[in-house]
Structures are given as C-alpha cells and as structure tokens.
C-alpha cells in the first residue's frame, strides 16, 4: 500500500492461496520433503534496507496491518506546518506540512507516568547512534542497566536503532528521543520507558525530513480525546522486557529497544 494513500478521521480501509498438484510416479520418491519456508509480505516503504553498511530487515505485513503503518493526508491536529506532533495516546506521529497535510507515523510510546509531556525542541539528529545508560536508570534499577554502563554503540544491536532525534527544553537535553526500534510488537502500544519509538524504516524517512531546530509538540489527554477522538488510547500497555548482555550482542536484529530509555530528571 503506498504511503501516499489519503486519511482522515473518519475513514481508513484496509492468503494468497496457491496449490501445486504432484505428477504420478511408478516409482516412490524416496527424496525427504523439502523444508516449508513460509512467505513474508512486504507494505510498500516497509522492505529491506541496505543503509550503509547495515542490514535492516523488512516490517512484516503482520506488523502494519489497518492504520499502524506511514499515511500521508489531511491535517487535523492544532500545530503550525514545521511542527512535529506526537500523540501518545494513540500512538501516532504528525510530520505537519505547509499545505495542510502530514505524514503520519505510528509510534510505541512509554508505559503510564513515562512518557514525556508539552513542548520540546529537536536540536541533534544522528545517524546509527550509540546508547548509554543515564545516572537515573543506573540507580533506579541497577539490575536491568548495570551490564550496560560502558554503552551500547552504534549498529543493529543499538536500543536507539537507525535513527534519534534529540528532544531539548532550552539547553537541557531531556534524555528523551525520537529513535527507531527493533522491538517491532511495540508500534502502536504503549512499553517504553519513555521514549517514542517507530519503525526503523519510518524513523529514516522522518529523519530526511527534519530541520534542526524542529518544535516538538506532545498532546495532552484532552487535546487527543478532543482531535482524534477514534484512535484515543488505541493499543495496549505492554509488560517491560529485559534483555542480558549476551542476548542484546549475540544477535544481528535482537529486540534491541527491550533496553529501555527514560529521563534523567
């Protein structure tokens, strides 16, 4: 489906089966049966990349079924054009234009009481950014952060993916970011720590669109049960997951964002 299908609130649409038949034999084939390896479908804008020296997997269509995938369309939020607007309740980000449109992304966002508020500012984008755990998650949960005090570097086992947008209030970083994500279950729920993932796939498309500085706006409860009513509090609350050390490094394409990310303050 391309991403140029048009949405708005109030309207969204959304197996190939084959049979093959076996020639008579006179004599049995001994042969063993050739292993089933089941086809994998593609959205347009959600195949594999070759990004540099990187590999990224494709999004199974499994994971962008109905809205829960990139859609460009008619505005109807309340931020001037330039202006990225993020609804964590349901779980969707505007990229707003000066004609009136947006591209729109699905997002996972933090867990109840994680998730960043009101306005921020990205000042730093990066490219295959490395991680490390801020002082606040060393001592508010040493277990799960500890083995990751050195830093996690940039590549496919980085819990900030292929893409981060720094979010900054004034001068201050706020440890909250933009990112990409290997955790593909959490687009479209709430499981973070805080942070707003999307799609690897979607955060490079966003990234070649933003300007440094681009305003950031987080919609309050009330602005997202006011402007899009249907989507309000869509998806679900997910469980935290915990990755070892081992398990984050001893795969090319783990579920990388298991290693959470909230704010220092």
Same mark, same amino acid.
């Given at each position: +489906?391309?991403?140029?299908?048009?949405?708005?609130?109030?309207?969204? !649409?959304?197996?190939?089966?084959?049979? &093959?038949?076996?020639? %008579?034999?006179?004599?049995?084939? /001994?042969?063993?049966?050739?292993?089933?390896?089941?086809? =994998?479908?593609?959205?347009? #804008?959600?195949?594999?990349?070759?990004?540099?020296?990187?590999?990224?997997?494709?999004?199974?269509?499994?994971?962008?079924?109905?809205? *829960?995938?990139?859609?460009?369309?008619?505005?109807? #939020?309340?931020? /001037?054009?330039?202006?990225?607007?993020?609804?964590?309740?349901? @779980?969707?980000?505007? *990229?707003? @234009?000066?004609?009136?449109?947006?591209?729109?992304?699905?997002?996972?966002?933090?867990?109840?009481?994680?998730?960043?508020?009101?306005?921020?500012?990205?000042?730093? @984008?990066?490219?295959?950014?490395?991680?490390?755990?801020?002082?606040?998650?060393?001592? &508010?949960?040493?277990?799960?952060?500890?083995?990751?005090?050195?830093?996690?570097? #940039?590549?496919?086992?980085?819990?900030?993916?292929?893409? %981060?947008?720094?979010?900054?209030?004034?001068?201050?970083? $706020?440890?909250?970011?933009?990112?990409?994500?290997?955790?593909?279950? /959490?687009?479209? *729920?709430?499981?973070?720590?805080?942070?707003?993932? +999307?799609?690897?796939?979607?955060? =490079?498309?966003?990234?070649?669109?933003?300007? =440094?500085?681009?305003?950031?706006?987080?919609? !309050?409860?009330?602005?997202?049960?006011?402007?899009?009513?249907?989507?309000?509090?869509?998806?679900?609350?997910?469980?935290?997951?915990?990755?070892?050390?081992?398990?984050?490094?001893?795969?090319? $394409?783990?579920?990388?964002?298991?290693?959470?990310?909230?704010?220092?303050?």
């Amino acid at each position: +489906m391309p991403d140029s299908m048009l949405f708005n609130r109030r309207t969204f !649409s959304a197996m190939l089966l084959a049979s &093959t038949a076996a020639c %008579a034999r006179s004599v049995p084939d /001994s042969s063993p049966p050739e292993e089933f390896v089941p086809q =994998i479908n593609f959205l347009d #804008g959600y195949g594999p990349i070759q990004d540099g020296e990187y590999h990224l997997p494709g999004i199974p269509d499994t994971y962008t079924q109905g809205i *829960n995938r990139r859609m460009t369309g008619e505005y109807l #939020g309340e931020q /001037s054009s330039g202006t990225i607007d993020v609804d964590p309740y349901a @779980k969707f980000l505007y *990229n707003v @234009k000066s004609d009136g449109t947006a591209v729109r992304y699905p997002v996972g966002v933090g867990r109840q009481g994680r998730s960043i508020n009101g306005g921020a500012t990205i000042k730093l @984008k990066r490219e295959w950014p490395g991680w490390t755990p801020t002082q606040n998650m060393l001592r &508010t949960e040493p277990e799960v952060y500890e083995p990751f005090r050195s830093g996690v570097p #940039g590549g496919l086992s980085s819990p900030l993916g292929s893409r %981060a947008l720094y979010l900054y209030r004034g001068s201050r970083d $706020t440890y909250y970011r933009i990112h990409g994500t290997n955790d593909l279950e /959490s687009i479209g *729920n709430s499981g973070s720590a805080g942070c707003i993932r +999307m799609f690897n796939q979607d955060i =490079i498309h966003l990234f070649e669109q933003v300007d =440094i500085p681009t305003k950031v706006h987080i919609r !309050s409860r009330e602005e997202s049960m006011r402007v899009d009513p249907e989507n309000y509090e869509r998806g679900v609350e997910l469980p935290p997951k915990i990755v070892s050390r081992e398990e984050l490094f001893g795969t090319s $394409t783990p579920n990388a964002d298991d290693v959470e990310l909230f704010t220092d303050s």
